[in-house]
Nanobody, 131 residues
Framework: QVQLVESGGGLVQPGGSLRLSCTAS???????????IGWFRQAPGKEREAVSCISSSGGSTYYADFVKGRFTISRDNAKNTAYLQMASLKPEDTAVYYCAATGAMIGVAQMCNMPARFDSWGQGTQVTVSS
């Protein structure tokens, strides 16, 4: 397992942008390039939902319909960091955003639809979209 720390959350006005980062550390860090990474979110009173996932190499990505065209997932394996660039933010994007890592050899769509396959989770970062 790796330890994950999210950063970059905050308060932003509707239509604004934020970039979240997810930085890995830990004893298995040398394996970071083998992990798939997912971003999930949970709003108050709602269930956790998948936002986006990226393969270990970064070559494959998956987006939930509600963020397609607005969010972009990426990763820099040399920096052991994944990113979620969020644009055209809406009040309904308000949530705690979590990143997670999985060593499962599955496609990105499966990854996002099977959160139980993720071994490591960050503590979350709050994103609030409000005027």
């Amino acid at each position: 397992q790796v330890q994950l720390v999210e950063s970059g959350g905050g308060l932003v006005q509707p239509g604004g942008s934020l970039r979240l980062s997810c930085t890995a550390s830990g004893s298995t860090l040398r394996l970071y390039g083998l992990y798939g990474i997912g971003w999930f979110r949970q709003a108050p009173g709602k269930e956790r939902e998948a936002v986006s996932c990226i393969s270990s190499s970064g070559g494959s990505t998956y987006y939930a319909d509600f963020v397609k065209g607005r969010f972009t997932i990426s990763r820099d394996n040399a920096k052991n960091t994944a990113y979620l660039q969020m644009a055209s933010l809406k009040p309904e994007d308000t949530a705690v955003y979590y990143c997670a890592a999985t060593g499962a050899m599955i496609g990105v769509a499966q990854m996002c639809n099977m959160p139980a396959r993720f071994d490591s989770w960050g503590q979350g970062t709050q994103v609030t979209v409000s005027s």
